[in-house]
């Protein structure tokens, strides 16, 4: 098995990353940082936003699997005492037929970013949001090429199911099962009152609808994706749907997602 480990840099990952490397090597498993099968995540989702940025290229040929070392690991299946344990089941599902992971594909967020300066597109596992720097972002939303609202306000999060119960949640969207395949928009403070109006409910679109922000004043803008923070002055839209590519996480071991979310935010 080809494998490759990123790690969140604190000393309980480092040890836990060089505890891997050892046991992978009395399997016989060989590291790869170019092209591996299966990518393990050591630290907390900060740590597999990392990682599935910088496979971002080969998703289609890796599965994941987290190993989480702090409080909340959302995409982490494992905790730090289980490391024998998930190389004795990763071993096994090299020797038997039988034994493989179940391979479990979560939608992904594309979205398209045209500037006066070019064209640039992104992924997001967790999310995107546009936010003013200075003050309001102020924004047209069109939802499959009709106009929607104008918004005002701190900015826009649009989000993954996986992200749903991210920044999302903590914006009153609704957490949505990474099954249905959709993205989610949700306004970061938007200003309502008798002059300017926005729909204030979180909207969940449908594989192949789109929405497009279209800029609506000079304004310097704060793009982040996911963990990546990107300044942009000069935009003219962001076009956003449902990715054609997935992420896949290798599962060792059943973890639902209600039973993540249960065990993430109620203990
Ligand atoms: P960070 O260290 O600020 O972590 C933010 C928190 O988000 C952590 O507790 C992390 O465990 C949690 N988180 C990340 N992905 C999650 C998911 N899919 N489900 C549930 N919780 C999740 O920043 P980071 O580690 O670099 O992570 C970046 C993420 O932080 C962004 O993708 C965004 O979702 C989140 N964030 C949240 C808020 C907010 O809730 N107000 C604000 C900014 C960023």
């Known amino acids: ?30 590291l790869d940082a170019e092209s591996p099968e299966i990518v393990i995540s050591i630290g907390g989702d900060g740590t597999m936003l990392h990682a599935f940025h910088t496979f971002i290229n080969h998703i289609s040929d890796i599965a994941f699997v987290g190993v989480h070392t702090g409080h909340l690991g959302f995409y982490s299946d494992w905790k730090a005492d289980e490391l024998p344990e998930l190389i004795e089941l990763m071993s096994r599902s090299v020797t038997s037929e039988h034994a493989n992971p179940r391979i479990v594909k979560y939608p992904l967020l594309e979205l398209e970013v045209q500037k006066k300066s070019g064209t640039t597109s992104y992924i997001a596992l967790n999310e995107f949001t546009l936010k003013g720097v200075d003050g309001t ?14 918004f005002r306000g701190d900015g826009i999060c649009v989000s993954t199911p996986s992200g749903s119960t991210a920044y999302n949640k903590s914006l009153g969207g609704a957490m949505v099962h990474p099954s249905i395949e959709a993205l989610q928009i949700a306004e970061i403070a938007s200003i309502n009152n008798r002059v300017f109006r926005t729909m204030g409910s979180p909207l969940l679109l449908p594989k192949h609808h789109y929405c497009d922000i279209f800029s609506r004043k000079d304004q310097r803008l704060l793009l982040t994706v996911d963990h990546n923070n990107i300044p942009i002055d000069d935009l003219i839209s962001v076009r956003c749907q449902v990715s054609k590519q997935k992420i896949s996480f290798a599962r060792y071991r059943p973890y639902p997602f209600w039973n993540r979310v249960r065990s993430s935010f109620l203990g």
């Open 1 to 30: 098995m080809r494998y490759y480990v990123l790690d969140r840099g604190d000393q309980l990952s480092v040890d836990l990353a060089e505890q891997f490397h050892k046991l992978a090597a009395q399997h016989h498993f060989t």
């Open 137 to 150: 972002l102020v924004a047209q939303i069109d939802i499959n090429n009709q106009p929607f609202e104008m």
